[in-house]
Each structure stands twice: as C-alpha cells, then as structure tokens.
C-alpha cells in the first residue's frame, strides 16, 4: 500500500467565508475520485483544522492507494487533473509526502 499526504495553506486573499466555501467544493471534488478512479483504497479531506494555532496548513488530502502504478495511475487521471486545477486556484503553498506501507 501506499500513503499519498498533502497538505494545502489557502491563499492570504481569500477570507474565511471564502476559505470555507471553496475548501469544501475541494473536499467534494476530491472526495469524488474515490468512486472514479481505481486503485484508491481510501481518500479523505480535511477542511476542519483546530484553532489552537499549532498548524500551519489549512487543507489536508489522506489517502491510501493500493500500489505506485495505482497513485501514478490517479495523479495522471484526467477527473484527479481537473480537481488539482480547482485546489491549485485557491491554495498557495502544497507540501506532500508518498510513502510505502
């Protein structure tokens, strides 16, 4: 299996209505690949960080893939494109991390 994490911060404009409104419509276009894509095990969208301040990212994509070739497989899928394109739109730094489990 592998872990696919990334970690989104909203771009500084946005407001927090904004920020609420768009990091849902991400959530549920990446929530959506699940059923479309193969080879996803899981896939989750955190939008609801804690307001302790500890954090320092607003978004965070969980999701566990059956195999490399099954998350080259996704990154490369024409529905996965479309939503990176919407959550490139309103985010303005992305960290991720891929790891073997």
């Known amino acids: 299996m592998v872990r696919h994490l990334v970690l989104w911060k909203y ?6 209505e904004e920020r609420n409104k768009l990091g849902g419509e991400a959530k549920k276009k990446l929530e959506a690949l699940k059923e479309i894509i193969p080879g996803i095990l899981s896939l989750k969208v955190i939008t609801k960080t ?3 301040g500890s954090g320092n990212c607003d ?3 969980d999701s566990t893939f059956i195999s490399e070739e099954a998350l080259d497989f996704y990154q490369n899928h024409e529905e996965h494109i479309k939503a990176a394109s ?4 309103i985010v303005g730094s992305r960290i991720c991390v891929d790891y073997e489990e």
């Open 11 to 16: 771009k500084e404009e946005l407001t927090e």
């Open 50 to 52: 804690l307001p302790t």
């Open 59 to 61: 978004l965070m994509l």
């Open 86 to 89: 919407f959550v490139r739109s």
